[in-house]
């Protein structure tokens, strides 16, 4: 799946780094329109950051997309998220 990338602000994605449409609908998170497709960043990070972001969006969201859960998916995505 191809993906696209948001940059947003703070005030949209409050205390998260990323968001991708699984995690959002497992959180219940509201306030920014999210498509399976979609990936939110937060925009003041530094390049670096940005990038471990969005891998571990996309690590979490593909098995997300497959039947893991949310939890699971989310430390799968930290043990494998580098640089």
């Known amino acids: ?5 948001k940059e947003v602000g703070r005030n949209i994605i409050r205390d998260y780094d990323g968001m991708n449409y699984y995690a959002a609908k497992a959180l219940r998170f509201k306030g920014y329109p999210m498509h399976k497709n979609t990936i939110l960043v937060d925009k003041t990070m530094s390049k670096s950051m940005k990038r471990k972001t969005i891998k ?10 497959h039947g893991c859960g ?11 998220e580098v640089n």
């Open 70 to 80: 949310y939890w699971d998916a989310h430390r799968f995505a930290l043990k494998h």
């Open 56 to 65: 571990h969006e996309i690590l979490e969201c593909n098995k997300m997309q």
């Open 1 to 5: 799946m191809k993906f696209n990338i």
